[in-house]
């Protein structure tokens, strides 16, 4: 299986983002509710100047398939209610360096 799934772990200030390293990032996410599309339309311009590339897909098994052809530069959103989400990280990207500290 392509996707690993983390433990839980303490909120953690991870500094300034640096958004270069976001350039055709895509942030896939599932089940396309209007909920989810709010929250991912903040997600994408009220916290990136250019905003983020965002899709959506009907299934986890559609976002799972978009995974494999965008390995390098996609992380999936699955949405299991209002108030709660999984991350999905291809195996080429769970260990960015980007976040080691806070690991």
């Known amino acids: 299986h392509p996707h690993r799934k983390y433990d839980e772990m303490a909120n953690t200030d991870l500094g300034p983002l640096d958004t270069s390293v976001l350039m055709n990032f895509v ?5 396309p509710t209007s909920m989810a599309r709010e929250i991912m339309k903040k997600v994408a ?5 250019d905003g983020l590339i ?5 299934s986890e098994e559609e976002l799972e398939e ?20 999984q991350l999905r990280f291809h195996d080429s ?8 500290e806070s690991r």
């Open 27 to 31: 942030i896939g996410y599932t089940p």
């Open 93 to 100: 990207i769970a260990m960015s360096s980007i976040y080691m």
């Open 45 to 49: 311009f009220d916290n990136f100047e």
């Open 66 to 85: 978009a995974s494999f052809l965008k390995p390098s530069n996609f992380v999936g959103v699955v949405f299991k209610d209002s108030m709660s989400y």
């Open 54 to 58: 965002t899709e959506e897909y009907l």
